[in-house]
């Protein structure tokens, strides 16, 4: 069975202020895709990245950044001066491998509130 | 053209009703979603279609009724529903390549619907 568990529920923080989401994920399966999505109050699920099991490489991509530790089965996000725009529900998701097509296992999400 | 369109996206209807709600994409993505997603909840998936054939139905009652007329379009046909089917309902696709990589799913804004 697959598991996504986003442990905060909302963070509210001031303009300016880094934001961290927490993500931890369970998978029996060998080879596994992270994602985090973005949810603005319009409710389109906007992607933001993609992470592959194999692949534990960090990335940052402008204000954004994102820390991948297979070993905690974590994959946790972070906004860099966070603006009242990041205002959103944050869902970070698991996707299986199949034949049938990309099957996502969402966490609870993390309402964040971003206050000028 | 990276969008998944959705209509209506607003959606009142009567629990005798007949209605259906219409997605689209025209990116030559060869999967296509349908999720469910109740106020603060994540998303559920409900149906997958890959290469226009159902692939998945996660135990979705008969009163919701997919259809994928051909690769670019994706229905919902709503019959008889009850007050608690009120949510947000969200269309997806994703692309499925050689190999069955995994990738993102582009997800529509969703058709609020109301069931009185």
């Known amino acids: 069975a697959q598991k996504v568990t986003q442990a905060q529920t909302e963070i509210s923080v001031v303009e300016k202020e880094d934001v961290t989401l927490d993500c931890v994920y369970e998978?029996?399966?060998?080879?596994?895709?992270l994602f985090w999505y973005k949810q603005p109050p319009s409710g389109e699920l906007v992607f933001l990245i993609r992470?592959?099991?194999?692949?534990?490489q960090n990335e940052i991509s402008g204000r954004y950044s994102w820390n991948f530790q297979k070993s905690t089965s974590s994959f946790n996000f972070t906004i860099t001066a966070s603006q009242v725009v990041d205002s959103a529900v944050y869902f970070c998701?698991?996707?299986?491998?199949?034949?049938?097509?990309?099957?996502?296992?969402f966490g609870g999400g993390t309402r964040v509130l971003v206050k000028p | 053209d990276t969008e998944v369109t959705q209509t209506p996206k607003h959606l009142v209807m009567g629990m005798t009703n007949k209605k259906s709600l219409k997605c689209e994409q025209h990116?030559?993505?060869?999967?296509m979603y349908w999720y469910k997603q109740k106020a603060k909840k994540p998303p559920e998936l409900m149906f997958v279609?890959?290469?226009?054939?159902?692939?998945i139905n996660e135990s979705v009652p008969s009163r919701f009724s997919p259809e994928c007329p051909n690769s670019s379009l994706l229905n919902l046909h709503l019959h008889a529903l009850q007050p608690e089917d009120s949510a947000l309902y969200l269309c997806?696709?994703?692309?499925?390549?050689?190999?069955?990589?995994?990738?993102?799913?582009?997800f529509g804004q969703g058709t609020r619907l109301t069931v009185v």
């Open positions: 279609y890959s290469y226009e054939k159902l692939s």
């Open positions: 992470r592959n099991s194999f692949d534990e």
């Open positions: 997806a696709s994703s692309q499925e390549v050689t190999g069955g990589i995994s990738t993102e799913a582009f």
């Open positions: 990116m030559g993505h060869r999967a």
């Open positions: 998978t029996r399966d060998t080879t596994y895709y």
């Open positions: 998701a698991l996707g299986r491998l199949g034949a049938a097509g990309n099957k996502l296992t």
